[in-house]
């Protein structure tokens, strides 16, 4: 029991327990810090009502757990002062001797943060492709040769879907090895000199074989 106390406080994770009225009489400090509701306000009150601000019926993710855990499944928490956090929830249940739930154990982080970036990231990318789109060059974006993105010249002049294009290898889309040029080009500038070019040969969905002049630079994403 003092074990199981020691890791309650001392996980870095927010943890709660419910009974079988799902009432909260287990709440650690991490659930203070990312809901605002100090253990004193909360206890014996309805999970649901406190995370959630619905009833039990409404909580339709914890109801499902009766043998398997839930593990880190996306939901939202309304905080204290009104503000909605996301959060990655896991779920457990005790049993007493005649099988029938004792006790709910939730924990949860808060991965707000990591969920605002991801639309930012997308709308940043949403925007650098209306973009591209309108350049009158092909531009293809790729990582370790594979396909991440083709611009709508690349697909007109090469004549294939973009879908065909995606989580391709580029190797598949020329006549011969074109990774030794590109390597050229990015050291080139890394070193600091005039932005090279070189001629490679693109095989259209056809078969028909085009000759274009290949300029590459780095993209460097955080961390």
Request: with cysteine; proline share 1%; hydrophobic share 40%.
């Amino acid at each position: 029991m003092e074990y199981a106390e020691l890791l309650f406080r001392t996980v870095p994770s927010a943890v709660l327990s419910v009974d079988k009225y799902r009432k909260i009489f287990r709440w650690n400090k991490i659930a203070e810090e990312i809901t605002g509701y100090t253990a004193a306000e909360i206890m014996e009150k309805e999970c649901s009502m406190v995370l959630h601000g619905v009833g039990e019926a409404g909580c339709a993710m914890c109801l499902k757990v009766i043998d398997s855990p839930l593990i880190n499944e996306k939901c939202e928490v309304i905080t204290k002062d009104g503000q909605i956090r996301h959060v990655l929830k896991s779920v457990a249940v005790l049993k007493d001797e005649l099988g029938k739930i004792s006790e709910r154990m939730e924990c949860f982080e808060d991965i707000t943060g990591m969920i605002d970036m991801e639309a930012e990231l997308r709308e940043s990318k949403e925007g650098y492709a209306a973009i591209v789109n309108n350049a009158p060059q092909i531009v293809v974006i790729h990582r370790k040769g594979i396909v991440e993105f083709v611009n709508d010249v690349g697909i007109e002049v090469l004549g294939y879907k973009e879908d065909e294009f995606i989580d391709r290898h580029m190797k598949g889309f020329t006549t011969k090895d074109l990774f030794g040029c590109v390597n050229a080009i990015l050291i080139e500038q890394i070193r600091g000199d005039a932005c090279l070019s070189c001629e490679i040969e693109l095989i259209k969905k056809s078969g028909e074989i085009i000759n274009v002049l290949l300029k590459g630079t780095e993209i460097t994403y955080e961390r």
